[in-house]
């Protein structure tokens, strides 16, 4: 009989900590936290942290990974809301609405000063230059994806940029990283690695084609998100292929009754949409199989079924 795994205990374990961790005196900081990091979410960073150490046998340090992957996560979600313009996070007006640009700004800077303090609990110079690098990785992802919008060079290459940037670099900092503080080299930190990479580009290339062809209801906001800021997904990208208009529905960042609608009806009526999930699916496959040298163990398996559940996720 296989044991069960511990992963509930494990993330009920970082929620607490979670809490106590971003734990402030100052209301407004509080309040922001209360609506964004204690709130809970998918908490899809921390569950590859636990699964990847799992698979791996177990390594030290792995809670103080887990929330220091979400509170880079998270810090993210308050800067980017707020370069964005986003209406909306999770279902609930984005902080820098309710709070105002600085307040919003300045407790993403919280969360970073927790992040540092995490980190260095574990006393490992090699993690401290993984979410460094990782940081940095990040930020580029980010400017780079203003800057293909701006000067509208869309392209496929710029896309595969931009998703392993701004997604995938974090996501493989989550599963590499407790190879990184078991001291283990080779295959199966690699293994991890490149899991990590895949798995987080198939999830950034699920999360753009919802925006486009998913339900408000189920997204908790509206969509369309991506054409307003005019921002390439590879939906558009391949629609733009076919269909010269779509460049001008993106360059007046679908400004006009029904251009959000046109996109949607070509996307289903070219098999483009159907294109996308294929190619989503494929890459989700890769993912599983970067595990293969791992050992078998139900945490390896777990993994796998998170990175192919993104060939059906809706929200």
Same mark, same amino acid.
Do not use: C
């Given at each position: %009989? *296989?044991?069960?795994?511990?992963?509930?205990?494990?993330?009920?374990?970082?929620?607490? &900590?979670?809490?106590?961790?971003?734990?402030?005196?100052?209301? #407004?900081?509080?309040?922001?936290? =209360?609506?964004? !990091?204690?709130?809970?979410?998918?908490?899809?960073?921390?569950?590859?942290?636990?699964?990847?150490?799992?698979? *791996?046998?177990?390594?030290?340090?792995?809670?103080?990974?887990?929330?220091?992957?979400?509170?880079?996560?998270?810090?993210?979600?308050?800067?980017?809301?707020?370069?964005?313009?986003?209406?909306?996070?999770?279902?609930?007006?984005?902080?820098?609405?309710?709070?105002?640009?600085?307040?919003?700004?300045?407790?993403?800077?919280?969360?970073?000063?927790?992040?540092?303090? *995490? !980190?260095?609990?574990?006393?490992?110079?090699?993690?401290? @230059?993984?979410?460094?690098?990782?940081?940095?990785?990040?930020?580029?992802?980010? !400017?780079?994806?203003?800057?293909?919008?701006?000067?509208?060079?869309?392209?496929?290459?710029?896309?595969?940029?931009?998703?392993?940037?701004?997604?995938?670099?974090? %996501? &493989?900092?989550?599963?590499e990283g407790p190879a990184l503080l078991k001291g283990l080299k080779?295959?199966?930190?690699?293994? $991890?690695?490149?899991?990590?990479?895949?798995?987080? =580009? &198939? #999830? =950034? %290339?699920?999360?753009?084609?919802?925006?486009?062809?998913?339900?408000? @209801?189920?997204?908790?906001?509206?969509?369309?998100?991506? *054409?307003?800021?005019?921002?390439?997904?590879?939906?558009?990208? $391949?629609? %733009?292929?076919? #269909?010269?208009?779509?460049?001008?529905?993106?360059?007046?960042?679908?400004?006009?009754?029904?251009?959000?609608?046109?996109l949607r009806a070509l996307a289903r009526e070219s098999g483009v949409?159907?294109?996308?999930?294929?190619?989503?699916? @494929?890459?989700?496959?890769?993912?599983?199989?970067?595990?293969?040298?791992?050992?078998?163990?139900?945490?390896? @398996?777990?993994?796998?079924?998170?990175?192919?559940?993104?060939?059906?996720?809706?929200?």
């Open positions: %009989m *296989v044991k069960p795994l511990p992963l509930e205990a494990k993330l009920a374990a970082f929620e607490e &900590a979670l809490s106590e961790l971003v734990r402030s005196e100052v209301l #407004f900081v509080r309040l922001i936290h =209360q609506d964004l !990091v204690t709130a809970g979410g998918k908490r899809i960073r921390p569950r590859l942290v636990f699964l990847a150490s799992g698979a *791996v046998g177990g390594a030290p340090f792995e809670l103080e990974l887990a929330l220091a992957v979400e509170l880079l996560h998270s810090a993210t979600l308050l800067h980017d809301d707020l370069i964005d313009e986003a209406e909306l996070r999770r279902g609930k007006e984005a902080a820098y609405r309710r709070y105002g640009n600085a307040v919003s700004v300045l407790s993403g800077d919280f969360l970073l000063s927790r992040l540092l303090h *995490v !980190v260095a609990k574990t006393g490992s110079l090699e993690l401290v @230059e993984a979410f460094a690098e990782t940081a940095r990785v990040l930020a580029e992802g980010e !400017v780079l994806q203003f800057q293909v919008a701006a000067l509208e060079d869309y392209s496929l290459e710029n896309y595969e940029r931009i998703i392993t940037a701004k997604t995938a670099a974090l %996501m &493989a900092l989550a599963t080779g295959a199966w930190r690699e293994a $991890l690695r490149r899991f990590g990479l895949l798995y987080g =580009q &198939a #999830f =950034q %290339m699920r999360d753009d084609y919802l925006d486009l062809m998913g339900s408000p @209801e189920a997204l908790g906001k509206p969509v369309g998100g991506d *054409v307003r800021e005019g921002k390439a997904t590879l939906l558009t990208l $391949l629609l %733009m292929e076919r #269909f010269p208009e779509v460049r001008a529905i993106l360059k007046r960042r679908g400004g006009e009754a029904g251009d959000l609608e046109r949409a159907e294109e996308v999930e294929a190619r989503i699916r @494929e890459r989700a496959l890769l993912a599983a199989e970067a595990l293969d040298p791992l050992p078998d163990s139900p945490y390896k @398996e777990a993994l796998k079924d998170l990175a192919l559940a993104e060939g059906k996720r809706l929200a």
